[in-house]
Nanobody
Framework: QVQLVESGGRLVQAGDSLRVSCTAS????????MGWFRQAPGKEREFVAA????????YYADSVKGRFTISRDNAKNTVYLQMNSLKPEDTAVYYC???????????????????WGQGTQVTVSS
């Protein structure tokens, strides 16, 4: 099992940029695809972005495509989500998650992720 800790969430204004991070400990981080999800008040958790174990493949939700970038630094056991041109509708708790199975291509179904962080709050004011 891998332990995940997110950080970097805060209050920003619409149009601002923000980078959130997720640091892993435990099992071999570099062997697993990673994802970011978010959950706004009163809404279900939704997929945001995912990256393959090697970092060569990424996938984004349509709502963030062109604005958000997922990346990873396997030497630091960390995955990042760079968020640009933030909108009030991006307000949510952001969670990172690790794939259940090693060395798979990018996955987006939350049921395929076995480890989750506690989340970091991102609030975008208008």
């Amino acid at each position: 099992q891998v332990q995940l800790v997110e950080s970097g969430g805060r209050l920003v204004q619409a149009g601002d940029s923000l980078r959130v991070s997720c640091t892993a400990s435990g099992r071999t981080f570099r062997s697993y695809a990673m994802g970011w999800f978010r959950q706004a008040p009163g809404k279900e958790r939704e997929f945001v972005a995912a990256i393959s174990w090697g970092g060569g493949n990424t996938y984004y939700a349509d709502s963030v495509k062109g604005r958000f970038t997922i990346s990873r630094d396997n030497a630091k056991n960390t995955v990042y989500l760079q968020m640009n041109s933030l909108k009030p509708e991006d307000t949510a708790v952001y969670y990172c998650a690790a794939d259940k199975v090693p060395a798979r291509p990018v996955v987006t179904d939350p049921r395929e992720f076995g480890s989750w962080g506690q989340g970091t709050q991102v609030t975008v004011s208008s």
